[in-house]
């Protein structure tokens, strides 16, 4: 009995030295991944420093001296590196590829620039839409972008840009309205 004890403690202190947690706090949640560290230390739990759920993953340089000295110690655990500037990316680059599915917001303002343009020639105007929110995630649409005009309930032109089709699987149609402003020095019609 003495030697299993002595076994299982001894298995306990190989975990807690080769075995680690990356927490990644999100805003409602925390996620917790068990890695293999790449160097033996007693710290357990570690917290990216990377991770910033939707938004962009932060230039590090930008850092608190404390915060780089917590992204080193989390690079090295985790992928056994020194050099913060190859960290970075790795997880600059997961951004990308998550994100890589999502609709190109300037292609929408470039569709409703397009849209209006077209409208201010025919018309004599002189509008601009208001570009997209930059916080507005799309699925990025498989067929060409179209434009229309669309009022609001309380009568105020908007320009409506539609995805017909986001191809692929469970992905609904999408369509977006911006608002539509008259540009100073020619009156609205």
């Known amino acids: 009995m ?4 002595a076994a299982a403690a001894g298995l306990l202190m190989i975990a807690v030295f080769f075995v680690g947690v990356e927490l990644d706090h999100r805003e409602h949640e925390t996620k917790m991944m068990p890695f293999i ?21 932060e230039i590090f340089e930008m850092g608190a001296a404390e915060r780089i000295d917590e992204m080193r110690k989390f690079c090295s655990a985790r992928f056994g590196l ?17 994100r890589s599915q999502m ?3 300037a292609a929408i303002d470039i569709v409703a620039e397009s849209f209006i343009n077209s ?18 995630a799309l699925t990025e649409c498989a067929v ?13 032109r908007r320009v409506n840009i539609h995805c017909n089709d986001a191809g692929k699987p469970g992905s609904l149609p999408w369509d977006i309205s911006l608002p539509v ?3 100073v020095g020619a009156p609205e019609r």
Do not use: Y
Request: net charge positive; hydrophobic share 40%; charged share 25%.
């Open 82 to 98: 020194n050099n913060l500037r190859a960290c970075h990316a790795i997880f600059a680059e997961r951004q990308r590829q998550v």
């Open 37 to 57: 560290k790449q160097s033996p230390s007693p710290q357990v739990m570690f917290r990216n420093p990377f991770a910033c759920g939707e938004c962009d993953v």
């Open 181 to 183: 402003k008259g540009n």
């Open 119 to 136: 409208a201010n020639i025919e018309n004599g105007s002189n509008l601009v839409a208001l570009p997209v929110d930059r916080k507005v």
């Open 103 to 105: 609709q190109s917001l």
């Open 2 to 5: 003495l030697k299993m004890i």
């Open 144 to 156: 060409p972008l179209k434009a229309t005009w669309r009022n609001d309930a309380d009568n105020i």
